[in-house]
């Protein structure tokens, strides 16, 4: 207990956590949902406060396009062909052996997010679609679980917590997803680091504030800023919506995977993921042997990378694979038919 206490002295001199707050944090279990360039400052400032158990989901792997702004990777993780999930686990255990840290290499889908979500005090968004952040909102609202919000891209970002039976749910703020190709994506418009940090910053803080007991604290209103543009504005969250499919209503069809889809673009990667709706797992030692006969062929334990007709083949033992060097989802899937299978 004093090695806990010498580690998190500063923390517990700050007089809105305290030595119970402390304790608190340390009994606490929080789940990122994506490694990737919020997740990565998520998952590493939970860790360095002593959250209990940080759980970390993600379907990717670490590309050198993500070094820019994904601070817990670098040029190794990259050539060691590292699941992201994996990666970050590392490196924050070198930071924090006190907290449990979990690297889950998988896709928050219908079908798996009770398995990956169930027994956590708090859900961070740190994913790239708002058919993701629905499937999450769903399980949140009918789990009675918070969970905050957060998106950015370019110089501008976006948070506001989300505390079921007491806020408004992502659906009374946003009532369906955008349209596709409407809202700019880092693919269109880049993204510069900062913005990353300050999003995931307040993301954490507000986290924190819930975990450490002080919910009363967590800030009621949307944050957006332009870093770019030197603009912050808050505005309050909305009230809840009576009439609401979600919060109002408890219907759940992201959930009961009515809306959703088996194909996403992964973004700024010119990239699609495909799902295999059956579930069937893959053998990849087999996989492997057989397209080392088309074109040049990559395997760890975690995955299996194959150069084939010019695109770039990524396949996971869970039958997902991520086409390299395409955002049409009709390629993508040609592609997946031709060499993984249908």
């Known amino acids: 207990m004093e090695v806990c206490r010498i580690r998190y002295s ?3 001199l700050f007089k809105g956590i305290g030595p119970g707050g402390q304790d608190s944090l340390s009994a606490s279990k929080a789940v990122v949902v994506g490694c990737g360039a919020l997740g990565g400052v998520q998952a590493s400032l939970l860790v360095r406060a002593g959250v209990g158990t940080v759980r970390l989901i993600d379907r990717d792997f670490v590309d050198e396009s993500n070094l820019q702004r994904q601070i817990l990777f670098d040029e190794n993780d990259v050539k060691e062909l590292l699941p992201k999930a994996i990666a970050a686990e590392r490196k924050l255990k070198a930071a924090n052996s006190l907290v449990k840290i979990e690297g889950v290499v998988d896709d928050v889908t219908p079908s798996s997010i009770g398995r990956l979500l169930n027994g ?5 968004d740190a994913t790239d679609n708002f058919d993701a952040r629905f499937l999450i909102n769903d399980f949140a609202v009918k789990e009675g679980i918070p969970w905050i919000y957060g998106g950015c891209v370019g110089a501008e970002g976006m948070t506001f917590p989300i505390l079921p039976g007491d806020t408004a749910c992502l659906r009374c703020v946003f009532e369906s997803a955008p349209p596709a190709g409407i809202s700019p994506t880092c693919d269109m ?6 913005i990353v940090g300050a999003v995931a ?10 975990l450490s007991g002080h919910r009363d604290r967590v800030n009621r209103r949307i944050i957006s800023l332009d870093l770019w543009g030197n603009r912050q504005d808050s505005i309050p969250i909305p009230d809840r919506v009576s009439g609401c499919p979600c ?3 408890r219907e759940f069809p992201y959930l009961d995977g009515v809306f959703g889809t088996d194909v996403s673009m992964l973004c700024g990667r010119n990239s699609v993921q495909i799902r295999r709706p059956d579930g069937e797992t893959l053998d990849l030692e087999s996989l492997a042997a057989r397209l080392s006969a088309v074109g040049k062929v990559e ?3 975690f995955l299996l ?8 083949l990524t396949v996971f033992p ?3 694979a991520i086409i390299g060097g395409t955002a049409d989802s009709g390629v993508a899937k040609s592609i997946y038919a031709r060499y993984v299978g249908a």
Do not use: T
Request: glycine letters at 12%; charged letters at 25%; one cysteine or more.
């Open 201 to 210: 910053s307040f993301q954490v803080a507000e986290s924190l504030k819930i």
């Open 120 to 124: 956590f005090d708090i859900i961070l």
């Open 189 to 194: 418009a880049g993204i510069i680091g900062p």
């Open 305 to 312: 990378r194959a150069a084939v007709d010019g695109y770039v």
């Open 299 to 301: 395997q760890n334990r």
């Open 247 to 249: 919060c109002g209503k």
């Open 318 to 320: 869970d039958g997902r």
């Open 10 to 12: 500063r923390q517990i």
